[in-house]
């Protein structure tokens, strides 16, 4: 929650202080421990990208989340309320939830749109779908949105790493397959897990690259389904890890933000953008080793003990 109001201050006060505005990209891990990355202290994590982040940046040691769980924890990281005052709490939406954020909150988008931001999502929403897609990114400030609109185990998952090895955890297997939104269209249906991660890297670039070429002011929100089970990755990344199939997806989400600076640097905007990283919740302890870690803290995901909600936090 109190991440959104940094954002919004941080927009309003270049309204005042700068002719030109910040870019905002926040960067967003899904069951990512607070012992899992390197930078804190994980032994066979392997995150180049994100420790030279928080070598060049800041470091939290004691940022939280509003939730240990996903939907209501997202609902407080874009609005700025906590989750119980819009109603997202306290479980999850589903595949097969016909309700959504409300229309009446106002999210972080929605205040910067009106300042003159590009406004972009990519990823993983999981906020409400509703009927006729009303609830999705776009009815909420958003002008571009790609993404699994929840969370990829409610939907049947076959296929995890390249080629064809299949997934180790179970999901849904009698709901329908994972769709890939852009905007309110289905692209694909099922989502491919092996060039997902792939895909929403380049949504993004794409996204920063066209409106620094057009001088506009942008907020990018890019919510990764890494590091959720079951882990995936792509032929780059699978086998890289010798902290098996969880590091392999942490190693694909670290490129992914690799990837994402390297645009801003190219495109020119490192120094009027201002990119934070953090995750929705503690790691989901009860997949054991395909489920995260986190550190010295006492439970995880779905408590709220310090494992539960106490994240990395990297600006």
């Not at 990355?37 to 994100?50: A, D, E, F, M, V």
């Not at 600076?261 to 929705?280: H, L, P, R």
Request: net charge neutral; with cysteine; glycine share 10%.
């Amino acid at each position: 929650m109190k991440l959104a109001v940094v954002i919004l201050l941080l927009g309003l006060s270049a309204l005042t202080y700068s002719a030109e505005k910040p870019n905002i990209v926040l960067l967003f891990a899904d069951d990512l421990g607070y012992g899992d990355l390197q930078i804190y202290g994980h032994p066979t994590s392997t995150t180049p990208n994100l420790n030279k982040m928080a070598h060049d940046g800041l470091v939290f040691t004691q940022f939280y989340s509003a939730s240990p769980v996903c939907s209501p924890s997202r609902a407080a990281l874009i609005t700025g309320r906590y989750q119980t005052r819009s109603g997202i709490w306290p479980g999850v939406f589903g595949a097969a939830s016909t309700g959504g954020l409300p229309h009446n909150e106002t999210t972080v988008a929605e205040v910067l749109k009106k300042e003159g931001y590009a406004t972009a999502i990519v990823g993983k929403w999981h906020l409400g779908v509703g009927v006729n897609n009303t609830y999705l990114p776009t009815n909420h400030g958003f002008d571009y949105y790609m993404g699994i609109p929840y969370s990829h185990d409610m939907c049947p998952c076959l296929i995890c790493f390249y080629p064809d090895q299949p997934c180790f955890d179970k999901c849904r297997t009698q709901d329908t397959p994972c769709p890939l939104f852009e905007n309110t269209k289905i692209i694909k249906q099922p989502a491919d897990f092996t060039t997902l991660t792939a895909t929403y890297t380049n949504a993004a670039t794409g996204f920063i690259n066209q409106n620094a070429e057009a001088k506009k002011p942008f907020f990018l929100y890019v919510p990764y389904q890494h590091t959720h089970h079951p882990q995936f990755a792509s032929k780059a990344f699978r086998n890289t890890s010798i902290r098996g199939t969880f590091g392999d997806s942490l190693s694909e989400l670290d490129w992914s933000v690799g990837e994402i600076f390297s645009t801003i640097k190219s495109a020119g905007i490192e120094n009027n953008t201002f990119v934070f990283f953090t995750a929705d919740n503690g790691p989901s302890l009860t997949r054991q080793v395909r489920g995260g870690n986190q550190g010295l803290l006492k439970c995880g995901k779905g408590t709220t003990y310090e494992g539960g909600m106490r994240e990395p936090g990297i600006a």
